[in-house]
């Protein structure tokens, strides 16, 4: 269904039914047709092998020129992008950082609420600038597109309605785009925030290994492009090996000697075939061989003839025997014939 040939694959049974050489073959049991039908199997397995090297080496040309620059490019721009977003949330958070002096001329150094823009108002303290964006989740629900909700610490925000999940989203955008979870505290979104702008070194660490997986995929395809199909030599051998056999069995029908006979058999039939005469060279005009009464009234040939009567295969027939029979050596009548002690 997907249009490949994986190595597991089942065939048609109306692709295995043999032919009626083959049968002939089978009946006679003869051995070369045995080999035959197991190197029909081997040979396709080899084949779809193949087939399925030659389909990966395709995919992995085409991962080499598309798929694989189009991914180190893609993942090589959000490494830069992160990487800036990492600097305006560093510059951004020392803005935050009150420090205060003691009277005892000390230093205490503690972190301030920066401010967030909600619907074009802004916030400086947490608890309303954390309540107006809850209230802003209200009217995202069937929203086909992004709703842009404000700024918080130099980022964009915009809430995006997840149908799937019947879930808010907030999308925090600078160079790039990152997604946050909301959920029902007001406060906690807050956090939820700067949580998400926190771990921007993990997720620029995550960036750099996937893009040094890209490039060892990379090395590695090239090296498989250059390797060849290991059973190359293995499956050139069985298909000649299955072509002279197909040859000598006649499978199919280029004529040559009939399947039922194995290869001895066969060289016994070529001498028996050459010693026998041809009819159509044969001289009309010989005379025929001088035979007894008794053949000319239809009975048989004497015992000196009886060898050329029978067949070249060494196995006289019924009819054979019926034509060796000789009368003369019977005594009676022909109506109550009784055989001599030399024919029984």
Not at 247 to 272: C, K, S, Y
Request: aromatic content about 6%; some cysteine.
């Amino acid at each position: 269904m997907s249009s490949k040939s994986p190595v597991r694959s089942c065939e048609d049974v109306d692709e295995t039914a043999l032919s009626y050489a083959e049968i002939k073959a089978l009946c006679a049991g003869n051995p070369l047709i045995a080999e035959k039908m197991n190197l029909d199997n081997e040979v396709a397995k080899l084949r779809m092998l193949k087939s399925e090297h030659r389909s990966q080496h395709y995919r992995l040309e085409d991962d080499l020129l598309k798929r694989f620059p189009e991914q180190i490019t893609s993942v090589k721009e959000r490494i830069a992008g992160i990487e800036k977003d990492i600097a305006l949330y560093a510059a951004e958070k020392e803005k935050c950082v009150d420090v205060q002096l003691d009277a005892a001329g000390g230093a205490s150094a503690s972190s301030k609420f920066p401010g967030m823009t909600v619907g074009g108002v802004f916030y400086a303290e947490k608890e309303p600038a954390a309540k107006a964006l809850l209230e802003s989740c209200k009217g995202v629900k069937n929203r086909l597109s992004d709703v842009p909700v404000g700024e918080y610490m130099g980022f964009k925000m915009s809430l995006r309605y997840e149908s799937f999940g019947q879930q808010i989203n907030l999308l925090v955008r600078g160079a790039m785009t990152y997604q946050i979870d909301l959920g029902t505290d007001a406060l906690g979104n807050i956090t939820r925030i700067n949580h998400g702008l926190d771990k921007l070194p993990e997720r620029l660490d995550g960036a750099r290994s996937q893009l040094e997986n890209f490039n060892r995929q990379v090395e590695a395809a090239k090296l498989e492009l250059v390797k060849p199909f290991e059973q190359e030599s293995e499956l050139a051998e069985k298909e000649a090996r299955l072509a002279l056999l197909n040859a000598d069995l006649n499978i199919d029908g280029d004529g040559g000697m009939d399947v039922m006979n194995d290869t001895e058999n066969r060289d016994e039939q070529r001498d028996d075939d050459s010693d026998e005469p041809d009819e159509e060279t044969c001289d009309e005009d010989e005379p025929e061989d001088e035979l007894s009464d008794d053949v000319r009234h239809g009975y048989a040939y004497t015992t000196e003839r009886v060898p050329q009567a029978v067949s070249a295969k060494s196995k006289p027939s019924i009819l054979d025997g019926l034509h060796s029979f000789d009368s003369s050596k019977y005594n009676g009548a022909p109506g109550n014939l009784k055989p001599t002690e030399r024919d029984i």
